[in-house]
């Protein structure tokens, strides 16, 4: 797996993170939450797992978002007593039995597991497909710098918790969240044919969307949900919105 853990140790970890990110840092002691860190216009930065330990707070990031969620932390950082620092951990997951030490995947119950350590575990998922299935985004592929979390799912997923207080760009999110209706956002197509991640989508003629993660047949796709409500297209296949 292409992930990094950092880890935020110093007396104010948690204060430090619990004003910065969309979730409850207090819920990752001695478990694992979901979360995001936004910009302060509430766009995405980075998505990421927070595991609550006795003297550390470990981050699973995607590895090519490691640097910049690194970077961004230490901006913050000021005069709070935190350190942030890289690991040599291995994130394994799997969707079996989940072994010794593992911990339930936050976002969804058949997500299954993850692991952390000094070996890879590897129980051959196909990870897209259950990405697709469940409606789940991922960095890079369906969460851009663009992202309003909203969007991808982000309450669906439990990465985003209202009750929590202040965090960066909540301003923005907690107005999508009570002041409107979603017109956008990230849904599950069923295909008729062969298509590819990046393929515009029209409705009689009019641009929707845009098609992401393929998987047989069925995909993920960023819609303007007002035009998606019949049969779509792109230039290679017929598609319709299934959630």
């Not at 956002?185 to 929707?208: E, F, S």
Request: glycine share 10%; aromatic share 6%; hydrophobic share 40%.
């Amino acid at each position: 797996m292409n992930r990094t853990v950092l880890a935020l140790g110093g007396a104010d970890r948690v204060d430090f993170l619990q004003g910065l990110i969309t979730n409850d840092v207090t819920h990752a002691t001695g478990g694992i939450i979901y979360a995001a860190l936004l910009t302060p216009q509430g766009k995405f930065i980075a998505d990421f797992f927070v595991i609550g330990q006795p003297e550390t707070l470990l981050i699973d990031v995607a590895s090519d978002a490691a640097p910049a969620l690194a970077q961004r932390l230490t901006m913050y950082r000021l005069r709070a007593a935190v350190t942030i620092e890289q690991t040599d951990l291995i994130v394994s997951r799997g969707v079996g039995k989940m072994p010794t030490g593992g911990l339930a995947d936050p976002r969804h119950p058949d997500l299954g597991w993850r692991l952390y350590g000094n070996a890879a575990v590897d129980d051959n998922t196909d990870w897209d497909a259950l990405r697709v299935a469940l409606g789940v985004p991922e960095n890079g592929v369906e969460l851009t710098p663009e992202t309003y979390i909203l969007e991808a799912g982000f309450e669906r997923l439990n990465g985003v918790d209202f009750k929590k207080g202040c965090f960066v760009g909540q301003e923005i999110v907690a107005r999508m969240k009570h002041k409107t209706v979603l017109k956008k956002g990230l849904a599950r197509v069923q295909l008729d044919g062969p298509a590819h991640a990046g393929q515009d989508i029209t409705a009689d003629g009019k641009p929707v969307g845009v098609l992401h993660t393929v998987s047989g047949t069925e995909a993920l796709a960023y819609l303007r949900f007002d035009r998606a409500a019949g049969d779509m297209q792109t230039d290679t296949t017929t598609l319709r919105k299934l959630d």
